[in-house]
T-cell receptor, first 115, second 109 residues
């Protein structure tokens, strides 16, 4: 199957700093990439959908100025958590698909801990 | 509203068969996915159904009935490594994935 690489897998940062998470599709071109977060023992929650070359579409309640998403190429999307706070500590997962209605392949996830 | 229902937890015995059900009510339907997620890891894709019927892939099979808003994931010859959460997700008319809360499957020797 297609491979999506997400980096870093774990990151610990100080409160107030920014963290960038990368999501790369290694062997296919991803028109659409999705960013999710998952709190312990809860389901995945979609944060935003990004299409290459256009602005991301954020879900209700997700602050676009805090969670900056860039999808500059067909193989790379980044999520930057700005001015991170302890409540931003979570598991962040990206997924990528060739088109909107094809299966999505997931990255390995990034466990963010803000101290 | 949109809703995906699946059992919270199931227990089965190694070597046996287990069926995990999923019912959905969504605004439109463009396919249903099953994912497997081990604790602390990202989900991995298992199956995608968009037409009614049974799709078999090795030990795993997935069934869909669009008229009933119903799907199931069937796991045969259970192995200990199959202990995981199984997530049902529906692609709605806006091509958004609507996720179920997941079914935690516990395999006992």
């Amino acid at each position: 199957g297609a491979v999506v690489s997400q980096h870093p897998s774990r990151v610990i940062c100080k409160s107030g700093t920014s963290v960038k998470i990368e999501c790369r599709s290694l062997d296919f071109q991803a028109t659409t990439m999705f960013w999710y977060r998952q709190f312990p023992k809860q389901s995945l929650m979609l944060m935003a959908t990004s299409n290459e070359g256009s602005k991301a579409t954020y879900e209700q309640g997700v602050e676009k100025d805090k969670f900056l998403i860039n999808h500059a190429s067909l193989t790379l999307s980044t999520l930057t958590v700005t001015s991170a706070h302890p409540e931003d500590s979570s598991f962040y997962i990206c997924s990528a698909s060739v088109t909107e209605n094809t299966e999505a392949f997931f990255g390995q996830g990034t466990r963010l801990t803000v101290v | 509203g949109q809703n995906i229902d699946q059992p919270t937890e199931m227990t089965a015995t190694e070597g046996a068969i287990v069926q995990i059900n999923c019912t959905y009510q969504t605004s439109g339907f463009n396919g249903l996915f099953w994912y497997q997620q081990h604790a602390g890891e990202a989900p991995t894709f298992l199956s995608y159904n968009v037409l009614d019927g049974l799709e078999e892939k090795g030990r795993f099979s997935s069934f869909l009935s669009r008229s009933k808003g119903y799907s199931y994931l069937l796991l045969k010859e259970l192995q200990m490594k199959d202990s995981a959460s199984y997530l049902c997700a529906v692609l709605d008319s806006n091509y958004q994935l609507i996720w179920g809360a997941g079914t935690k499957l516990i395999i006992k020797p």
